[in-house]
C-alpha cells in the first residue's frame, strides 16, 4: 500500500504575518469606535440637559402668560433647578426678558434659559411670544 503524501504548501494555514496584520486592523477599529462611542454620549447628555432647559423655559413661559400682562416687566437671571425652582447654586440660569411688541399695544416675552455643555461653557435654549393688552387697554 502506498502512503498518499501531502506536500505542504504556504496556503495551507494562516501565517503569523496575517495573524499580526488582521491584530493591528482590528485594535484599530476598536480604538476609532471607542471615540465614536465617548462622543456619541456627550451628544445624549447634551440632548438630555438642553431638553430639560427646554422644560424649564416652556413651563416658565406659561406662568408668565397667566400674569396681568400690564404688569409685566424683565427679571434678571435666576439660578433653577431641573424642575425650574430657584435654587443657588443650581446648574441652570433662567431671565425674562420683556420689550416692546411689533404693535403699541402688545409685548415681545423671551424665556432665556442657559444650560451646561461643558465645565466652562453654557449653551442657551430662548422662547420667545407676543402678548397682547387687550382690546379695553
Known amino acids: 500500500m502506498k502512503r498518499a503524501q501531502r506536500v505542504l504548501s504556504c496556503e495551507d494555514g494562516f501565517s503569523i504575518l496575517t495573524v499580526l496584520i488582521s491584530v493591528v486592523l482590528v485594535s484599530i477599529a476598536i480604538v476609532a469606535l471607542s471615540g465614536t462611542t465617548v462622543y456619541v454620549l456627550s451628544l445624549q447628555t447634551e440632548s438630555r440637559v ?4 427646554t422644560g424649564i423655559a416652556a413651563t416658565y413661559m406659561e406662568e408668565v402668560k397667566t400674569r396681568p400682562t400690564e404688569s409685566l416687566a424683565s427679571e434678571s437671571q435666576t439660578a433653577v433647578d431641573e424642575t425650574g425652582r430657584a435654587q443657588d447654586p443650581a446648574p441652570f440660569l433662567r431671565e425674562l426678558i420683556v420689550q416692546t411688541g411689533p404693535d403699541p399695544k402688545s409685548k415681545l416675552i423671551t424665556v ?11 449653551g442657551k435654549v430662548e422662547l420667545a411670544t407676543i402678548v397682547y393688552l387687550g382690546v379695553g387697554s
Open 112 to 122: 432665556r434659559v442657559h444650560y451646561p455643555r461643558s465645565s466652562s461653557v453654557m
Open 50 to 53: 438642553r431638553s430639560t432647559a
